[in-house]
């Protein structure tokens, strides 16, 4: 079994930047596409970004493109999302989540999540 921990989530102001990471234990995620998802209070789990298993293939959310970028290091065991350019609109809890099937699109194509960390961009 896979458990995922994010982190890097902090307050800052609009136009900042942070770097998230999503750190695998447990099992190697090495062989998964891997994606990120935001939770804004009283909003639905919306998709950010997701990189394949190799980092070959990203995909990236209209709201986020060209501001964010994911990478991964597959010999560390983890998932990063550097975030720029922060708009107080990006305010969420950032999850990662390890694809199962489906659309990577949707939040029900990933099998497992971890608890998330929360980013908030003061206006």
């Known amino acids: 079994q896979v458990q995922l921990a994010e982190s890097g989530g902090q307050l800052v102001q609009t136009g900042g930047s942070l770097r998230l990471s999503c750190a695998a234990s447990?099992?190697?995620?090495?062989?998964?596409?891997v994606g990120w998802f935001r939770q804004a209070p009283g909003k639905e789990r919306e998709f950010v970004s997701a990189?394949?298993?190799?980092?070959?293939?990203?995909y990236y959310a209209d709201s986020v493109k060209g501001r964010f970028a994911i990478s991964r290091d597959n010999a560390k065991n983890a998932v990063y999302l550097q975030m720029n350019s922060l708009k107080p609109e990006d305010t969420a809890v950032y999850y990662c989540?390890?694809?199962?099937?489906?659309?990577?699109?949707?939040?029900?194509?990933?099998?497992?999540w971890g608890q998330g960390t929360q980013v908030t961009v003061s206006s």
């Open positions: 990189i394949n298993w190799s980092g070959g293939r990203t």
């Open positions: 447990g099992r190697s995620i090495s062989n998964y596409l």
């Open positions: 989540g390890i694809y199962g099937i489906g659309s990577y699109y949707y939040e029900r194509s990933y099998a497992s």
